[in-house]
């Protein structure tokens, strides 16, 4: 498991998760005298982290397990074709 994944996703969480444990009500807590709460944009950023790093994960993952989508790395190395590789014929 890749640790730049996880680790953003974690800390959005756990931050929630502290928030509503903690005596009080932290979550409803208006900012700057508007409609936004506290919990609303704790739970957006949750989602933009999510959003962001399962893009950065499909990218990342179209890039090592997809030979022949870009350009081989060094200049003599040749891209193999997928029947070659173990892909299905």
Known sequence: MDLAFLVPNALCFGTAVTLIALPG????????????????????????????????????????LDPLQHEPAEANATAMPVQQIGGFR
């Open 25 to 64: 009500d932290l979550l409803a807590t208006r900012l700057f005298s508007t409609d936004m709460t506290v919990g609303l944009s704790l739970y957006l950023l949750q989602a933009v982290a999510l959003l962001a790093t399962a893009h950065r994960f499909d990218r990342r993952s179209a890039r090592l």
